[in-house]
C-alpha cells in the first residue's frame, strides 16, 4: 500500500518513532496502536496505519479481517479512527515523524543524501 492523493504530484517516505506514552504502556509495534485504540485483536490484525489529509486529517488503522480472509486471500480494510483532538493526535502518537517528498517525475534526487545540512537564516535575510 502506497500513500496516494488525487494528483500525487510529491511522492516519497516516512518514518515515525512512537510516542513514549504509547510506547511505554503498550510496546513500541504497531500492535500498540490497535491495544490503544481497543481494536477486537481476535478478529483484526494490524499491519499498518494511514494518515491523511492536513487541516482536517483523519488516522486510519489498515487491518487484516481475520474473519473475512480466507487461505487464498487475506482481506485488508482501512478501518477509520475517530479522534477528538485532530490538532495533538501526531504528537499523542508519534514522538519523531519525518516525511521527505520529491517531484513525482525525479528518478534521481530521491536514491541521494544531502552532503550538509545548513540553515535558512545563513542565507537569506
Do not use: W
Amino acid at each position: 500500500m502506497k500513500a496516494d492523493v488525487q494528483y500525487n504530484d510529491f511522492v516519497g517516505t516516512a518514518a515515525a518513532d512512537i510516542s513514549d506514552f504509547l510506547g511505554s504502556k503498550y510496546g513500541d509495534a504497531l500492535e500498540s496502536f490497535a491495544k490503544f485504540f481497543k481494536v477486537d485483536s481476535n478478529r483484526f490484525k494490524i499491519i499498518g496505519i494511514s494518515i491523511y489529509g492536513t487541516e482536517n486529517f483523519y488516522i486510519s488503522l489498515l487491518c487484516v479481517d481475520k474473519k473475512r480472509s480466507s487461505e487464498q486471500k487475506e482481506h485488508i480494510v482501512s478501518m477509520s479512527i475517530e479522534v477528538e483532538n485532530e490538532k495533538e493526535v501526531l504528537n499523542f502518537l508519534f514522538k519523531r515523524l519525518h516525511i521527505v517528498l520529491h517531484s513525482r517525475f525525479d528518478k534521481k534526487y530521491p536514491n541521494l543524501e544531502y552532503d550538509e545540512e545548513v540553515r535558512y537564516e545563513d542565507f537569506h535575510e
